[in-house]
């Protein structure tokens, strides 16, 4: 069973920075893609970035040129490095993972919370 978890949240303020990681129980590299979501309060939960197994990556509109999203397969972890944050970005963030075998599978993380105050 694969198991992820999520670190690195907490509060900062508006216009500040925070750096999310993503551990994973076993090797990444056999997921095909893994990536970002968020939840905020009343809203569902959405995509925030993604990556490739080959390093293909993918943001929302939303915080393209703020977040980076990128890889470490030696560690087995994924980061989410996000800048000039708002508070529009305060969410729950979850970490997933997807592959495949034999049929499509995925994974999430329980989450952790980011909160961003002015």
């Known amino acids: 069973q694969v198991q992820l978890v999520e670190s690195g949240g907490g509060l900062v303020q508006a216009g500040g920075s925070l750096r999310l990681s993503c551990a994973a129980s076993?090797?990444?590299?056999?997921?095909?893609?893994m990536g970002w979501y968020r939840q905020a309060p009343g809203k569902q939960r959405e995509m925030v970035a993604t990556?490739?197994?080959?390093?293909?990556?993918n943001y929302a509109d939303s915080v393209k040129g703020r977040f980076i999203i990128s890889r470490d397969n030696a560690k087995n972890t994924v980061y989410l490095e996000m800048n000039g944050l708002k508070s529009e970005d305060t969410a729950v963030y979850y970490c997933?993972?997807?592959?495949?075998?034999?049929?499509?599978?995925?994974?999430w993380g329980i989450g952790t919370l980011v909160t961003v105050f002015s």
């Open positions: 997933n993972a997807n592959w495949l075998l034999l049929v499509p599978r995925a994974s």
């Open positions: 990556i490739t197994r080959g390093g293909i990556t």
């Open positions: 076993g090797s990444i590299f056999a997921f095909d893609s």
